[in-house]
């Protein structure tokens, strides 16, 4: 299944901004991005290398489609692409509610096709109060995130930034929060990193805000019980967790995504790539995540 990631936020919060950069940026994936209008976010007609039934492809392989409403039919479109994407990206309306769209995609036909990677929400640091009392919409825009980016904080003074993560954290528990500027975070934190694809090297920095990845050996087939519970107890500097390993008792390969808290395990496609997984995130101790990762062994 290809994941899909959901990108929220209230109105101005800086989701175009984000997405101006995945769709502009080298970042080595096939992403497709799913928008409410094209004139939103102004491609720029340099970057534009074709476009044919709605879907526009862009220079860096990635490909963009306007929803006009129509979430289903544009996902139908962009999983038609040869090649196929390799994740997908879908903002959602400024005062949309995330939750009736994730149900949507639960209960559609697409639920064999992709997999909710995740809900990002981008949250407006300088209006952050006035949102939050003037729209029930960002409010549920933050319950349902997985990741919440505080962006804008160059706008705020200093203690603001802390003081909203300790208000997001009262509903929001156990999302990740991360401050920025102008949407400038790890687009691998967003869109993960791709299955598949050459591993990123163990410990390697991803030069924002202290970032780094780390990558893990499962040699030995886990007991798929045991990984869940450890995906959903994952420290809260982990941000990402991605990659393959094989499954007890009959050593089928599974593909495995976490984000935050929400995890998946699908049957693996891929059969050429190692059985290991890749962490994002922050001060990462490899030596106490790989233990709890050989603690899964069946």
Not at 74 to 84: E, F, G, N, S
Not at 88 to 109: C, K, R, Y
Not at 227 to 240: C, E, M, N, S, Y
Request: proline share 5%; charged share 20%.
């Amino acid at each position: 299944m290809i994941p899909l990631s959901l990108l929220t936020g209230f109105l101005g919060a800086g989701k175009t901004t984000l997405l101006n950069r995945v769709l502009s940026e080298s970042h080595g994936s096939r992403m497709a991005v799913i928008v409410n209008e094209f004139g939103e976010i102004g491609i720029d007609g340099a970057l534009v290398e074709g476009a044919q039934g709605g879907v526009v492809e862009l220079a860096n392989g990635c490909l963009c489609c306007a929803t006009r409403g129509q979430l289903l039919v544009a996902i139908h479109k962009v999983l038609q692409a040869d090649p196929a994407p390799d994740a997908i990206l879908v903002e959602t309306s400024g005062l949309a509610d995330p939750f009736p769209v994730l149900s949507e995609l639960a209960h559609s036909s697409l639920v064999e096709a992709v997999q909710v990677d995740g809900v990002i929400t981008v949250v407006d640091a300088e209006n952050f109060d006035r949102n939050l009392d003037s729209a029930e919409a960002a409010f549920r825009q933050i319950t349902a995130a997985d990741i919440l980016l505080v962006n804008k904080t160059d706008l705020v003074g200093p203690d603001i930034p802390g003081l909203i993560e300790r208000g997001i954290r009262t509903l929001n528990p156990s999302a990740r929060v991360l401050a920025c500027v102008a949407g400038d975070v790890p687009l691998s934190v967003l869109i993960g990193t791709r299955t598949g694809a050459k591993p990123i090297p163990a410990q390697a920095a991803h030069g924002h805000d202290g970032f780094e990845s780390t990558v893990l050996d499962a040699d030995n087939p886990l007991d798929p019980e045991l990984l869940k519970k450890w995906l959903g107890a994952l420290p809260g500097d982990v941000f990402r967790t991605k990659g393959f390993i094989r499954s007890a008792p009959d050593r089928s390969r599974l593909t495995v995504s976490a984000v935050g808290t929400r995890y998946w395990l699908c049957p693996a496609v891929s059969a050429d790539a190692a059985d290991r997984l890749v962490v994002i995130g922050r001060n990462l101790n490899r030596a106490e995540l790989q233990a709890g990762l050989d603690a899964c062994r069946a």
